[in-house]
């Protein structure tokens, strides 16, 4: 059974610029989760997707947006890159996001904006 | 105040040594998972707990809702395990994590 596969791997973006990251979750999960990744602030929750539907969100600005289709896959989208965007972005997928359930994650895309 | 906060930041140990690294929560959660990162490499979920104790291998986690408090022991441990480690407790339908532990396990 295939993880949870995030692309790119590494990603080289310049200020102002805007980027879409990808995942897809292990196949039958229905929730996707992001998180950013920080030296300085270390795993910080972004936003969680069931079934095609944003159902929470973390304190990020309006900049970072998401989606997810109908075959579960995921996208993440950051507009208007700022230095402080640097980071690892790890997506995690599950079965159900009803009740405890376990979280698996993908390697993250480590985006770079420069 | 964190709503999840680990200790130790940094922990050191010899091959072999016993080692604890503890998380408390200051929220209502429906599970805790144990977290592990090797340098430069992904996540791994070592366990999710919602009770009591689970055992893999050389690691033991164990969770004591009431307190709301969670501890991860490695026994016997070795080089690689040297990592980071992290707590992250399920609430509603995000996780919220701890700041890390990084483990240092020297031969």
């Known amino acids: 059974k295939a993880g949870v596969t995030q692309t790119p791997r590494y990603l080289i973006k310049t200020r102002g610029q805007q980027v879409t990251l990808s995942c897809s979750p292990i196949?039958?999960?229905?929730?996707v989760s992001w998180y950013q990744q920080t030296p300085g602030q270390g795993l910080q929750f972004l936003f969680e997707?069931?079934?095609?539907?944003?159902?929470n969100k973390g304190n990020f600005p309006g900049r970072f947006s998401g989606r997810q289709f109908s075959n579960s896959r995921s996208e993440m989208n950051v507009s208007t890159l700022e230095l402080g965007d640097s980071a690892l972005y790890l997506c995690?997928?599950?079965?159900?996001?009803?009740?405890?359930?376990?979280?698996?994650f993908g390697q993250g895309t480590r985006l770079t904006v420069v | 105040k964190n709503e999840v906060e680990q200790s130790p930041q940094n922990l050191t140990a010899q091959e072999g040594e016993f080692i604890t690294i503890n998380c408390s929560y200051s929220?209502?959660?429906?599970?805790l998972h144990w977290l592990q990162q090797h340098p430069g490499g992904g996540i791994v979920s070592l366990f999710m707990?919602?009770?009591g104790k689970k055992k893999h291998g050389r690691l033991i986690a164990t969770i004591n809702i009431q307190e709301k408090h969670s501890s991860l022991h490695i026994t016997a441990s070795h080089p690689r395990d040297s990592a980071v480690y992290t707590c992250?407790?399920?609430?509603?339908?995000?996780?919220?994590f701890g700041e890390g532990t990084q483990l240092t396990v020297n031969p």
């Open positions: 995690a997928s599950s079965l159900t996001r009803q009740g405890p359930t376990e979280a698996f």
């Open positions: 196949s039958g999960h229905r929730s």
């Open positions: 997707y069931f079934s095609e539907t944003q159902r």
């Open positions: 929220v209502g959660i429906s599970a």
């Open positions: 707990l919602s009770s």
């Open positions: 992250a407790v399920f609430s509603g339908s995000r996780l919220t």
